[in-house]
């Protein structure tokens, strides 16, 4: 029984081929214009010969200088326009170049986002190469390439032409060698792609290495590992000094094909001279003919194979390698039936499907356990964190710089994921898909984009009406900014705006969105505390859970509860708990405001009692921490 036959893969031509016929069939507009530019350097060709061969045997040859004369004027005249073709040439070929370069990045930078997805403690310097150092490869070969090919091509036709025109006889002594020569050069083109391939796999491998070895240099040094290293440095590096040479014995060859089609052409006519002349070839034409050879064929020739000699194979291989760039990366699905008729789904503000309804009295957001650490050696900056965030609930994360609390953000807002543990939203695993309609992480730095304000505010909710948008305005004190501008549809641009207006202008877009959870990573760090607190107090009148990267102990004392972060270690409970519980949270509180007293009450600075939202404001430390609101298992002690 015969085993089955396995698809046999297309090889490199194949693949690039299959990708450049779309790319170019785009662009049928733009290469025509480039072969109508290119039709004046065929007329250039042809009266270079041409105009050569009948200024002799009609003028000089013939007692008739002036003849001669006027035809060697129109062989040099005909220079003129192929001069200025150049020029519209070169305009047209940037429509091609640069499309090309742009959508080689696009996919580099697609496949480095989706293996970081799939893969984040498994990334590489690969796509670093392909970006900066093989795109360039692919642009520069792409440009030459074209303008060689378009050379050839119009020169080669005026030359054949010509000779034609002149004697056809005279193709027996010019075709065979330029056919042989050619022969022998496509007959390289397999093995020198698959040098060029093994020499950038060599330096995607050396360049792989190198980046690994940087970010590990104090583990390198530490585990006594320098000498392992610099052996696989050593390796990699003569595996690409092979790959090199045997690239060049393959570019020998290549010169042997050249020398075969450049100098055997004229060498050729030159023996066979006196059997043409006795058979009718005029001297004028066998001068024309040698003008062909020696000015427009031999050079075309020379510099179509010396571009595909040095280029070509190396286009083909890196165009190859972004041939496999993955597809943009599907939303996770859910494992539901992809039928019915849409119950039980629910919609973000856009009217675009969010996903299966949440399950109902679950927490906005839950960490269970969760790990994490830059990098497969570093040390975690959560360490088995538990948390609970309630639907309505204002939590405040405080700590001293580097403790992590950026970090739980961009974890609770599913940005980074877990190394281990699990993050979930209304009660379901995160999902990508779900982002903009479950959480809005605001950042210190805020983005406002050029538009309108109504543009800018409305970027999350796009069917937002002018009464919410009143509403959001006055809530959080956008009056300055709108009497500014003038109405909510003038323009914005964000180089004329204060930090603190753009950071006002975010607050907005993400108070009018009003997902069930916001987080604010010092997101009003550029507000003054009166602007702050208003904002903030917008924020809790909102049903959404509000988590606040605090850097104001006003701020904390605004909460329910305050969640006290030092690197792995935390603790979390109200402000009067943990000034009793939490030596680093007294500390913090004496460096944000020494000479304030605070109060134990749960009182604000300004007076008000505060809301407690689902109770959690009448949780104690205990509870918190056994309750399984808050837990955190401290790393083992180093004694």
Known sequence: MK???????????????????????????????????????FVQTFLGGYGVARALDHGFLAGRPLTGLLWLAVAAVAVLPAQLATRGVFGRLADLVEPLRDGLVRRAVSRALVGALAHPTDTTARSLSQVTHQSEIARDGWAGLVLTLRSFVFTVAGAVAGLLALEPRLLLFVLPPLVLGAALFLATLVPMAARQRDYLTADEAYAAH???TAADLRDIAAAGAADRTVTESRELADAQVRAARSLARWSGVRVVALAVCGRFPPLLLLLGAPWLLRNGLTPGALVGALTYLTQALAPAVQALMTMLSTVGGRLLVVLDR???????????????????????????????DRGARPQRNAPVAELDAVTFAYGPAAHPVLDRLSLTVAPGEHLAVVGPSGSGKSTLAAVLAGVETPGSGSVRWLGRPVRAADATSVRVLLPQHAYVFTGSLRDNLCYLRPGAGDRELAATVDALGLEPLLTRLGS?????????LSQGERQLVALGRAHLAAPPLIVLDEATSRLDPAAEARAELAFAALPSALVVVAHRLSSAHRADRILVMDGPRTRCGTSAELLRTSALYRDLAGLWEPDESLRENGR?????????????????SNDVVHGGGVKSTPPPSPV
């Not at 300004?606 to 009448?618: E, F, I, V």
């Open 488 to 496: 909510l549809d003038a323009p914005v641009e964000p180089d004329r």
């Open 3 to 41: 085993a089955p036959r396995t698809a046999r893969r297309p090889g490199p031509l194949t693949r690039v081929t299959r990708d450049a016929r779309p790319f170019l069939r785009a662009r049928t507009g733009t290469v025509l214009r480039l072969a109508g530019w290119s039709l004046l350097e």
């Open 322 to 352: 972004f041939t496999d760039a993955p597809p943009p990366p599907a939303e996770d699905g859910d494992g539901g039936d992809a039928g019915g008729d849409g119950r039980g789904q629910i919609q973000g503000h856009d009217g675009h």
């Open 210 to 212: 190198a980046g690994r």
């Open 604 to 620: 604000l600075p300004d007076g008000r009692s505060k809301a407690p939202s689902n109770g959690s404001s009448n949780r104690s």
